[in-house]
């Protein structure tokens, strides 16, 4: 199977696993703006875990959970759906999934991983942040411009130490608070 193939089997699961869990009462009651960001979150994670990771439910653990949330789910999100509304939905629907998968015995460990959500609830919530965004597009575009392999862990941490020296008001602008 192609990953064309694979990306349209796992969509089809994943709907069916959203209409059993937008018939839980707690899922039921939120509104529609909710029940979508809702469906996002919970497509977006699925489809990095299996498609992109390769990774079926029953090897899901929370250093995988960790990797897709914290590496690869913002950038995946489309701009429109980056809103603080749906970051604070994120532990609620990660909770929604495993408990789904656990009762469906697709998710062995669902128990830890729901534990693992509480434990890192914040941080699920805070994970956009528009001025780190800009600041890690802009970073990631000069990386191309200079031609850094982004793989290449060392080379990324000499380029962007090299990157605050050459700009270091984008720096401090990270932690400025300006409100």
Request: charged share 25%.
């Amino acid at each position: 199977m192609d990953k064309m193939e694979q990306f349209q089997a796992v969509g089809k699961e994943i709907d069916q696993w959203l209409e059993q869990i937008m018939q839980e009462p707690d899922v039921a009651q939120l509104n529609p703006a909710q029940q979508q960001d809702l469906a996002t979150i919970i497509d977006s994670f699925v489809e990095i875990a299996v498609v992109g990771l390769g990774k079926q439910p029953e090897q899901w653990d929370d250093q995988l959970v960790g990797e897709v949330m914290f590496s690869r789910f913002v950038v995946l999100l489309e701009k429109d759906d980056q809103t603080q509304k749906l970051y604070d939905l994120i532990p609620f629907a990660l909770k929604k999934l495993f408990g789904y998968l656990g009762a469906q015995k697709k998710l062995p460990n669902a128990s830890h991983l729901t534990d693992w959500v509480n434990i890192n609830a914040k941080g699920l919530q805070s994970l956009y942040n528009p001025k780190f965004d800009d600041f890690y597009r802009d970073l990631v575009a000069a990386m191309r411009r200079e031609g850094i392999d982004v793989k290449d862990h060392q080379a990324v941490d000499d380029f962007t130490k090299l990157y605050l020296k050459q700009h270091p008001r984008a720096g401090i602008e990270l932690y400025t608070d300006q409100d």
